[in-house]
Structures are given as C-alpha cells and as structure tokens.
Nanobody, 124 residues
Framework: QVHLVESGGGTVQAGGSLRLSCVAS????????RTWFRQAPGKEREGVAT????????LYADSVKDRFTISQDNAKNTVYLQINNLKPEDTAVYYC?????????????????WGQGTQLTVSS
C-alpha cells in the first residue's frame, strides 16, 4: 500500500525552528516531485516548497523563501521541510504530496497522493 506520513509538527515560539518529515511507503522517488503544502484555518491550501526528486532542484513560494528549505533522503525515502525563524502566520496544517502528474507544481490537483498532515502552531 502506498502512503505518506508526515511528522514533526507541534507548538513552537516565534523565531524558533523545526523540521517536518514526510516518509513514503510503497513509493520510490521515481514519481518526479514531492511538495509541501499548508492550509491555515479559513484559507486555501497553498504550496510552499517543492523538490524534483531526480535532480533535487527546488522551488519556494515567495512568502517562505529564505526561511524554508526542502530536501530529500533517498535512502530513507523521506522528504524534509526545515523551517527557520518561525512566524505566527506559519501556523497551519502541513501536508506532503506526491504522485505528481505534471503541470503547475503549486496546484494541489496535480498530486494524486497526500499524507494526513501535521499541525504546526507558532505562538507569538
């Protein structure tokens, strides 16, 4: 069975750092792209960081550039999201997405596989 499991969320003070993990089971890195999305209460799901699993090139949303870093560990079939200088507006459920069909990597509809999400709360 193919699935994604996110972990690493929690409650952190503003200015702090943490790392989210997304472990894939039954899936290798041939699916070309893994992406982190987040969804804050009352807002649409937005893509924040994406990595091409082949050449490990990365893209970031303007709102998180310079604070978020996406990376992958092929041996562990895991994608990470390092978040530094946390801000209250980073509070959201963070989701990992895979099985990208191509097209706009920031479009949630281009991914066929999602994890259950991990809650991140940043206190001021």
């Amino acid at each position: 069975q193919v699935h994604l499991v996110e972990s690493g969320g929690g409650t952190v003070q503003a200015g702090g750092s943490l790392r989210l993990s997304c472990v894939a089971s039954g899936l290798n890195f041939d699916d070309r792209r893994r992406t982190w999305f987040r969804q804050a209460p009352g807002k649409e799901r937005e893509g924040v960081a994406t990595i091409h699993t082949g050449d490990e090139s990365t893209l970031y949303a303007d709102s998180v550039k310079d604070r978020f870093t996406i990376s992958q560990d092929n041996a562990k079939n895991t994608v990470y999201l390092q978040i530094n200088n946390l801000k209250p507006e980073d509070t959201a459920v963070y989701y990992c997405a895979a099985l990208w069909s191509g097209g706009n990597p920031w479009s949630a509809s281009t991914y066929a596989l999602w994890g259950q999400g991990t809650q991140l709360t940043v206190s001021s």
